[in-house]
Structures are given as C-alpha cells and as structure tokens.
C-alpha cells in the first residue's frame, strides 16, 4: 500500500470517503480495511458493511476478505449491493 491507501485503511475515527480512478486500488484498500478492523480492532465482522454497485464486486470484495480473514469472519461481513440492501 502506498501511504494515502495505508492512511485509508488504518483510519478508523469517522468515515473515510475513497475517490480513486479504475485500476488504483480502490477495492484493496476496502478490503484491507475490513481485514485490519476485524484483525487489529476487534471489531465484529457482523457490524460490517459494505455495499458496491454490483454482485461481482461484493463476490469480489469477500473472496479477498478471506483469504486476510478467517472465511467464516468474512462471511459473517454484510458486502452486497446497494439496491439489494436497500431491497
């Protein structure tokens, strides 16, 4: 991770808002993020969302989750997208 992305994911005061072109990074640094509040805080994969703009990238988003994780941690985050949570 270069330090704005290292920055983005050990951030955990707030929201972080991640505006990025295709290609940079974007859906590593969610992951890692995900991967560094569950290992590193302790905080419950159940109190995780994540929400994307289609059913490959949530797909996508929890195979990279798991291999950072335990698989039953990151199937226990809630990645879908936005119209299916909001459904």
Same mark, same amino acid.
């Given at each position: %991770?270069?330090?704005? *992305?290292?920055?983005?994911?050990? %951030?955990?005061?707030?929201? +972080?808002?991640?505006? =990025?072109? =295709?290609?940079?990074?974007?859906?590593? +640094?969610?992951?890692?993020?995900? /991967?560094?509040?569950? *290992?590193? %805080?302790? +905080?419950?994969?159940?109190?995780?969302?994540?929400?994307?703009?289609?059913?490959? @990238? /949530? /797909?996508?988003?929890?195979?990279?989750?798991?291999? !950072? +994780?335990?698989?039953? @941690? @990151? @199937?226990?985050?809630? %990645? #879908?997208? !936005?119209?299916? !949570? #909001?459904?």
């Amino acid at each position: %991770l270069n330090p704005h *992305q290292r920055r983005a994911v050990e %951030l955990v005061k707030g929201r +972080v808002l991640i505006l =990025a072109g =295709a290609g940079s990074g974007k859906t590593r +640094v969610l992951t890692l993020r995900m /991967a560094y509040l569950i *290992q590193e %805080l302790g +905080v419950s994969p159940k109190s995780i969302l994540g929400l994307t703009f289609t059913n490959k @990238a /949530a /797909a996508e988003m929890r195979h990279r989750l798991s291999t !950072f +994780v335990d698989p039953k @941690a @990151a @199937a226990q985050v809630t %990645l #879908c997208t !936005f119209h299916s !949570f #909001c459904m």
